[in-house]
C-alpha cells in the first residue's frame, strides 16, 4: 500500500507455527506473541516478560576489565593523580560523571576535561594532551573516545602518562598503545557486546573496581545514567540493555536524584520517569551544552548534588536547548528537501558552510528520518570542513568513516553503527562522497521505501487491556520499536494545530468509536496537509501512546502515516 507520502506500507510476515508455540509455551495473547516473534526475542527476553531478572557483571571474567581494573587501582594506591577525558554527548557526560562520583567518594586525586567541539575537536588529539599535562597527570582515563587517537597515545608514551581507553566506536588495528583499552569491537572474546555504549562499559568497569579495592560506593544508585547515554546514543534497547532499562525504570527513584528532579520539575513534567522522558527531553538538554558551546555543564551537572549547582546547569542548559531549537528550526526551513529527493543519492550528503557545527548531527538524524536512508550534514570549521553521520539500521557508518580516515580521504574522524563523527579537507569533499556512495553499492545495502507496520487491528483494540498488554514488552526503542497498527476506514472529526508544528484531532470509526489522536512535526509536510484538509474516509498508521494531561492518563493514537 503506498501512503500519502510516497512510503510502500507492507504487514510483517511471522511464522504462524512461532506464534501458535509461544502462545501456548508462555500464554501470551496472539498480539503479544506476534510482536515477540517479529522482534526475534531470544529465551532471556521473553523470560523478561513476566519475571524479575537480576543484572549481573558479565565482564568479571574479562582480561581486558581485569587488567585495567589492576591499573586503576595501582594508580589509587599510589595517589596518582588522574585525568578522566571524556566526550561531549550525553555518553561521555554520563560516562565521566560515574567517575566523578566515585573519585569524589573515595577522595582521589583527579580533574576532569570534556572537550569544546570547536576549540578542541573531538577526543583524543595531541594538542588537547599538551594541555592537559600540565596539571600532572599519571594516568588518563578516555571515556567514549581515544579508540583512533594512535598519535595522542604515542605523545603519552613519550611523557610517561599511562592510558585506559573505555570506548565503543570502531576501532582497527594497528590499535593504540594504551596501557589497556576496553572497547568490544577489538574482537577480543567479547564482541557479542558491541552494542553497548561508553557509559554502560564505564558502569560494569567501575563495579569490578568498586569489588577490588573494597569500597562502600553505589555505582547501581546511577544506572539511569548508563539507560538515559544507551537511548541517546541510540543503542539498541535489547539484550543487556533492555535488562538494564527494565531494571532502571522499575527501580528509579527520582526524588533522590536531583539533577534528573530538576530538569523534571524545570520542564514542569509530572509523569513516572519512561524511556521518551530520557531520548526527548532530558538528552536534548544534556546534549544543547556540548552543541553551544557549554561541554562541561552535563558532567557538572550529573555529577553534583548540590542544589545551587544543580539549579544553576539545569536553567542554563535548559536555555542553550530553547536556543538550539530555534537554529534548527532556521537550518530546516533553508533546507530544499525536493532537490535533495531529486538528487536520489543512496546517502544524503547536505553541505551547508553556514550551519553550526554543534548541529549538524542533529540535521543529519531529521535528514535520516526524513529520507529514511543515511544522512551526512557537513560544515565550514576554520580551514577544514567538519561532518556528522548518522545511519540506518543495515549500513555500519562508523566502519565506513574508519575505512574513509585509514584512505586518507579525511583528516580523522569516527563512530559506530548508527553516527560518527569526522574532519575533511575542503578539496576532499567530492572524493568522500563518491567514496561513501561506492561504498554503500559495494556492500550490497539495499534502499528500501517499504516501511513495515505489525499489525491490522479494530478500533475497538484501542482499549487500556490492549494497551496494556502491548506494554509488555517495553521499553520501546531502538531494536524494539513501538508496535506500529493499521487502522481501516477512520474519518477526521476535528483537528487544530499545536505550537505551529504538530496536530491534534478526533478520529471516527464506522462504529462510532473515537478516536483521540496526534501528528507531530507535521505542519508544511503531505501528512498535515491532508489530515487538516480532507473529508473521507481514510486509513491510518500509528502507535498506541498514553497521554498524561493534569494528571488524567487518556489512550492517544500517534499518527505515522495515512493511505487514502
Not at 594506591?77 to 571524556?86: A, H, M, P, R, W
Not at 546514543?233 to 536524584?257: E, G, W
Not at 553516527?419 to 561506492?438: H, S, V, Y
Request: proline share 2%; charged share 25%; aromatic share 10%.
Amino acid at each position: 500500500m503506498i501512503s500519502i507520502s510516497g512510503k510502500n506500507w507492507e504487514q510483517k510476515k511471522n511464522n504462524k507455527n512461532l506464534i501458535e508455540k509461544l502462545k501456548q509455551d508462555y500464554s501470551l495473547s496472539d498480539i503479544l506473541s506476534r510482536l515477540v516473534v517479529s522482534r526475534k526475542f531470544d529465551e532471556e527476553e521473553l523470560n523478561s516478560i513476566d519475571n524479575n531478572l537480576k543484572l549481573n557483571n558479565i565482564f568479571s571474567k574479562n582480561e581486558d576489565f581485569k587488567k585495567s581494573v589492576e591499573l586503576v587501582t595501582n594508580s589509587i594506591i599510589n595517589k596518582e593523580c588522574i585525568c578522566i577525558l571524556g566526550d561531549y554527548d550525553v555518553d561521555g557526560s554520563a560516562a565521566t560523571s560515574l567517575f566523578i562520583r566515585f573519585f569524589e567518594y573515595i577522595k582521589h586525586p583527579y580533574f576532569y576535561y570534556i572537550p569544546d567541539r570547536e576549540k578542541d575537536g573531538y577526543g583524543a588529539s595531541i594538542k588537547l594532551f599538551q594541555k592537559l599535562i600540565l596539571k600532572k597527570p599519571k594516568l588518563i582515563i578516555m571515556l567514549d573516545c581515544g579508540s583512533t587517537s594512535n598519535k595522542a597515545i604515542e605523545f603519552l608514551n613519550e611523557n610517561n602518562i599511562k592510558s585506559l581507553i573505555i570506548d565503543h566506536h570502531e576501532i582497527n588495528k594497528p590499535f593504540p598503545k594504551a596501557n589497556f583499552i576496553i572497547n568490544p569491537k577489538k574482537g577480543n572474546g567479547y564482541i557479542e557486546y558491541d552494542y553497548l555504549c561508553a557509559a554502560t562499559l564505564t558502569y560494569f568497569f567501575l563495579d569490578l573496581l568498586i569489588k577490588k579495592i573494597e569500597v562502600k560506593f553505589k555505582v547501581s544508585d546511577f544506572l539511569i545514567y548508563v539507560l538515559l547515554a544507551t537511548v541517546c546514543d541510540v543503542m539498541p534497547l535489547r539484550k543487556l540493555n533492555r535488562l538494564i532499562a527494565i531494571i532502571t525504570l522499575k527501580n528509579f527513584d527520582i526524588n533522590k536524584n536531583i539533577a534528573i528532579n530538576e530538569l523534571f520539575n524545570l520542564s514542569q513534567r509530572k509523569n513516572k520517569l519512561n524511556i521518551n522522558d530520557l531520548g526527548y527531553l532530558i538528552g536534548p538538554i544534556l546534549n544543547a551544552g556540548g552543541r553551544l558551546g557549554k561541554s562541561n555543564f552535563a558532567s557538572e551537572l550529573l555529577a553534583s548534588d548540590n542544589l545551587k549547582i544543580v539549579n544553576n546547569k539545569s536553567n542554563e542548559l535548559i536555555k542553550l536547548n530553547n536556543k538550539r531549537k530555534k537554529i534548527e528550526k532556521l537550518i530546516m526551513d533553508e533546507i530544499d528537501f525536493k532537490k535533495i529527493e531529486n538528487e536520489d543519492k543512496d546517502i544524503v550528503i547536505y553541505y551547508n558552510p553556514n550551519i553550526n557545527e554543534g548541529l549538524i548531527g542533529i540535521i543529519a538524524a531529521r535528514l535520516k528520518d526524513y529520507f529514511n536512508k543515511p544522512a551526512i550534514v557537513i560544515t565550514n570549521s576554520n580551514e577544514l570542513l567538519k561532518g556528522s553521520a548518522r545511519s540506518v539500521f543495515n549500513y555500519n557508518i562508523g566502519r565506513v568513516i574508519k575505512n574513509s580516515f585509514d584512505k586518507n580521504i579525511i583528516v580523522n574522524g569516527g563512530g559506530h553503527n548508527a553516527a560518527a563523527g569526522f574532519t575533511l579537507k575542503k578539496n576532499n569533499l567530492k572524493k568522500f562522497d563518491d567514496f561513501i556512495q561506492k561504498d554503500f553499492l559495494n556492500l550490497g545495502s539495499f534502499r528500501d521505501n517499504t516501511f513495515l507496520y505489525d499489525a491490522e487491528v479494530s478500533s475497538l483494540a484501542l482499549n487500556m487491556d490492549f494497551y496494556v498488554d502491548i506494554k509488555k514488552i517495553e521499553p520501546f526503542g531502538t531494536g524494539n520499536p513501538n508496535p506500529t497498527f493499521l487502522l481501516k476506514d477512520l474519518k477526521i472529526i476535528k483537528s487544530s494545530i499545536l505550537d505551529n508544528k504538530h496536530i491534534s484531532l478526533i478520529l471516527k470509526s464506522k462504529t462510532g468509536f473515537s478516536i483521540n489522536s496526534i501528528s507531530f512535526n507535521s505542519i508544511n509536510n503531505k501528512v498535515g496537509e491532508y489530515l487538516l484538509n480532507y473529508k473521507n474516509s481514510l486509513n491510518v498508521l500509528g502507535q498506541i501512546n498514553e497521554n498524561i494531561w493534569n494528571n488524567k492518563k487518556t489512550l492517544q493514537l500517534t499518527i505515522r502515516d495515512i493511505i487514502i
